[in-house]
């Protein structure tokens, strides 16, 4: 299986940075192009190119400490600062306009009510992106 474009939605978590190392992983075998992006979800309330100042910086450090991690693997990433109504459909619409072969995505180990919960994000993508999706969950659970 050949990818030649991938692209890694990262949120700060623990396990952005995995979900970065498995793509670059999958990308050197065939100098595909890794494009790491960052979310900022805008409330309805607000006009969607409100600046929301906290939310862009810690946007930017994330997708920054994406770079370093590239850098470090020796590999060139492109980054990008997006905002959104909603996550899953700005990660969705992202792949379509870019054709992108694979979306790689880490997340969590979150509960809800106990029970382990995948949240709202990973559903839409998985089951609306138009290209393979992979799902990198952190340890946990047990």
């Known amino acids: 299986m050949e990818f030649h474009k991938i692209l890694v939605p990262v949120g700060g978590t623990t396990v952005d940075e995995d979900a970065l190392d498995l793509a670059i992983s999958l990308a050197r075998k065939n100098k595909a192009k890794v494009l790491v992006i960052y979310v900022v979800e ?81 559903p839409y993508v998985l089951k609306n992106a138009p290209c393979r999706v992979m799902v990198l969950r952190e340890p946990g659970g047990g």
């Open 42 to 122: 805008v409330g309805r309330g607000l006009p969607l190119d409100v600046s929301l100042a906290g939310e862009t910086k810690k946007g930017n450090e994330v997708l920054n400490k994406a770079e370093e991690l590239a850098t470090e693997a020796d590999y060139e990433v492109e980054v990008d600062l997006l905002q959104s109504r909603d996550v899953g459909p700005a990660i969705v619409d992202e792949a379509v306009e870019r054709e992108m072969d694979l979306i790689v995505m880490g997340i969590p180990y979150k509960r809800r009510f106990g029970e382990f919960d995948l949240g709202r994000v990973v």
